[in-house]
């Protein structure tokens, strides 16, 4: 199985700043990489899909990138909003598995 | 608007069996595989199956081979997934979700639906 590794597992930051948050599989996942964002209570939305591509209705803060074993995801312009916790998924190969999630906070 | 909707949450002993539905609407039900997802209390995502609703072919992850069936009923545009043997580590929110048109390779899930919680105790 692929093993997913997001960095860090929790962050503050505040309204306004540049985030980041990385993804490692343990073999390459080509592009094959997505993004979700939970916020508490609800079910996973997806952000992010083929590693850079934003999913229809999802602000334009939100950016991916990368490839093979190292992806990031980025949010230009933190926003209150945002507060949730953030999965990176590959699909490359099966099983499908989940990064353990980046717990975002404002500060 | 395309749209999931599973069935209520279930509190089972040790043991016993869960089915849980997912019932699809505002797609073409048979052209995108369906997936199963779950979430112990406070904990990550994981992977537990994959449906063809056309082909009620299935791949489970190897954790559940044995214990998971999931099914679908194309008159009624509902997929399901039953859990046997139910232990307390099976308590947890399942999710079906969809994957895009006509893969199941390189792909995504979206939407979700709202989740069904799954409470395993004596």
């Known amino acids: 199985d692929i093993q997913m590794t997001q960095s860090p597992s929790s962050l503050s930051a505040s309204v306004g700043d540049r985030v980041t948050i990385t993804c490692r599989a343990s073999?390459?996942?080509?592009?094959?990489l997505n993004w979700y964002q939970q916020t508490p209570g609800k079910a996973p939305n997806l952000l992010i899909y083929?590693?850079?591509n934003l999913q229809s209705g999802v602000p334009s803060r939100f950016s991916g990138s990368g490839s093979g074993t190292d992806f990031t995801l980025t949010i230009s312009s933190l926003q209150p909003e945002d507060v949730a916790t953030y999965y990176c998924?590959?699909?490359?190969?099966?099983?499908?598995?989940f990064g353990q999630g980046t717990k975002l906070e404002i500060q | 608007q395309v749209q999931l909707v599973q069935s209520g949450a279930e509190v089972k002993k040790p043991g016993a069996s869960v089915k849980v539905s997912c019932k699809a609407s505002?797609?073409?039900?048979?052209?995108?595989?369906m997936h199963w997802v779950r979430q112990a209390p406070g904990q990550g995502l994981e992977w537990v199956g994959i449906?063809?609703?056309?082909?009620?072919?299935?791949n489970y992850a190897r954790k559940f081979r044995g214990r998971v069936s999931m099914t679908r009923d194309t008159s009624t545009s509902i997929v399901y997934m039953e859990l046997s043997g139910l232990r307390s580590e099976d308590t947890a929110i399942y999710y079906c979700?969809?994957?895009?048109?006509?893969?199941?390779?390189?792909?995504?899930?979206?939407?979700w639906g709202q989740g069904t919680l799954v409470i395993v105790s004596t």
């Open positions: 979700t969809r994957g895009p048109w006509g893969t199941s390779t390189e792909d995504w899930f979206d939407p």
């Open positions: 083929g590693a850079s």
């Open positions: 505002g797609y073409t039900f048979s052209s995108h595989y």
């Open positions: 998924q590959q699909s490359y190969s099966t099983p499908r598995t």
């Open positions: 449906i063809n609703p056309s082909s009620e072919s299935t």
């Open positions: 073999q390459t996942v080509s592009t094959s």
